[in-house]
T-cell receptor, first 113, second 109 residues
């Protein structure tokens, strides 16, 4: 079974731009969660999607948004990029919500200049 | 507010020595606690969860509600245990995880 895939793997943007990151969960998984990982703050929960609906949201500004498609693939969008948005963005999928095992993708490294 | 604290950023032990990675949490309800591990050039993966009370790769962790701790232990460290370890808490509603900042474990041969 293929693992969680994230595209692109690396991205460089400038302040003020917007970016869209993509996550394809493991086949059959319906829950997708997004995390931001930075050296200072560690892993911070952004949001979770299940059945195309956002179920949980972390404490991030409205510039961070996401969506999930009917095939469970998910995208997250960050508008009006700031330098502090530079981070590794991780996606994790699980079979259902609240199943114990989340499978993480390799991440997308976003650099904002 | 929920918080997970891993007080040690770096931890070095000799091969064969016992190892303990500390994790403390604050949460008003009954949390679920997990340990995740990330080996070099690999993805973050689940190591163990307190509910199952299992031992994985020789590691165990006991939830101590009185001390609000969930320390990870292994009696005899191996070189292949060198990795980044994250303690995580899941709230009792939803599927939101709160991660600690991680402890980098190095096992010296």
């Amino acid at each position: 079974k293929a693992g969680v895939t994230q595209t692109p793997r690396y991205l460089i943007k400038t302040r003020g731009q917007q970016v869209t990151l993509s996550c394809s969960p493991i086949s059959g998984h319906r829950s997708v969660s997004w995390y931001q990982q930075t050296p200072g703050q560690g892993l911070q929960f952004l949001f979770e999607y299940f059945s195309e609906t956002q179920r949980n949201k972390g404490n991030f500004p409205g510039r961070f948004s996401g969506r999930q498609f009917s095939n469970s693939r998910s995208e997250m969008n960050v508008s009006t990029l700031e330098l502090g948005d530079s981070a590794l963005y991780l996606c994790a999928s699980s079979l259902m919500m609240r199943t114990d095992t989340q499978y993480f993708g390799p991440g997308t490294r976003l650099t904002v200049l | 507010a929920q918080r997970v604290t891993q007080p040690e950023k770096l931890l070095s032990v000799f091969k064969g020595a016992p190892v303990e990675l500390k994790c403390n949490y604050s949460y008003s309800g009954s949390p679920e606690l997990f340990w995740y591990v990330q080996y070099s050039r690999q993805r973050l993966q689940l190591l163990l969860r307190h509910i199952s009370r299992e031992s994985i790769k020789g590691f165990t962790a006991d939830l101590n509600k009185g001390e609000t701790s969930f320390h990870l232990k292994k009696p005899f460290a191996q070189e292949e245990d060198s990795a980044m370890y994250y303690c995580a808490l899941r709230a009792n509603t939803g599927n939101q995880f709160y991660f600690g900042t991680g402890t980098s474990l190095t096992v010296i041969p």
